[in-house]
């Protein structure tokens, strides 16, 4: 476990990097298009943008995307799978996994996060600081769970979908795909796909 590659130099990336570092990770390159003029992010180097990383990967050990937005995050997960990088996950060593829970690849789990036993998640997943994933959810692809958001056991998560901030989801509840649940909300019955809720019970935000 010597270079990684980070995908992505902003503030989930700085966390990202911190999670690696702790978890063993030495010599840390990120790559971003703001590259040359951000020349560093925090205390790890941007040494280059995606398509640098990708002419040289075989200089890295592992590959992580660092992208807080979900479409954004999977559109580089999936050029960087495409050109042969290798796609790690960074589990901070103060977060908590169950040994039957299943993760995919491309997954970054940060300090005082817990996934319970049978949850599964999907690849390219952000489950963020003391996020908390119970029993027997199910995840699918690219989806972000923010900082303290807790999902209750039996929950399903659609693709690309992101869970606000402090945000509690009731047990078996389904969400749907590209959802978004607002900061704080309390999800107490099913989404459907591709809008926003708010509040306590969550309803549609109306814009
Ligand atoms: C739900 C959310 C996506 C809406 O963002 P937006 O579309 O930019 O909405 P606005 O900020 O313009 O607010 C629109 C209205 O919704 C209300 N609103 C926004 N977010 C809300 C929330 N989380 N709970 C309750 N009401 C909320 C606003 O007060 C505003 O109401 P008004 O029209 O009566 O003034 C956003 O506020 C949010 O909660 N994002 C999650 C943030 C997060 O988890 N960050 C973690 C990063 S790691």
């Not at 205390?43 to 995307?65: A, R």
């Not at 050029?79 to 997954?107: C, D, E, M, W």
């Not at 923010?146 to 389904?174: C, D, F, K, L």
Request: overall charge neutral; aromatic content about 6%.
């Amino acid at each position: 476990m010597n270079r990684l590659a980070i995908i992505g130099a902003g503030g989930h990336g700085k966390v990202v990097a911190d999670a690696a570092q702790a978890a063993g990770w030495v010599d840390i390159h990120f790559f971003d298009s703001a590259w040359p003029v951000k020349s560093n992010n925090g205390h790890w180097p941007v040494v280059g943008n995606t398509q640098h990383y990708i002419e040289k990967m075989n200089l890295y050990d592992g590959v992580v995307i660092a992208i807080g937005v979900c479409e954004t995050r999977e559109t580089e997960f999936q050029t960087i799978k495409a050109a042969g990088g290798q796609i790690i996950n960074i589990i901070h060593p103060k977060a908590t996994l169950s040994p039957f829970a299943r993760i995919g690849i491309g997954v970054v789990v940060f300090a005082g996060a817990v996934i319970n036993v049978d949850a599964v998640i999907g690849n390219n997943c952000i489950i963020n600081t003391a996020a908390t994933i119970d029993h027997d959810c199910v995840l699918k692809d690219s989806i972000h769970v923010a900082p303290g958001a807790h999902i209750s056991g039996n929950v399903t998560i659609g693709y690309g979908s992101w869970i606000g901030v402090g945000a509690t989801v009731r047990q078996g509840v389904r969400i749907g795909e590209h959802v978004v649940v607002g900061a704080g909300a309390v999800v107490v019955k099913d989404i459907p796909n591709y809008i926003t809720v708010v509040g306590n019970p969550a309803k549609l935000l109306s814009i």
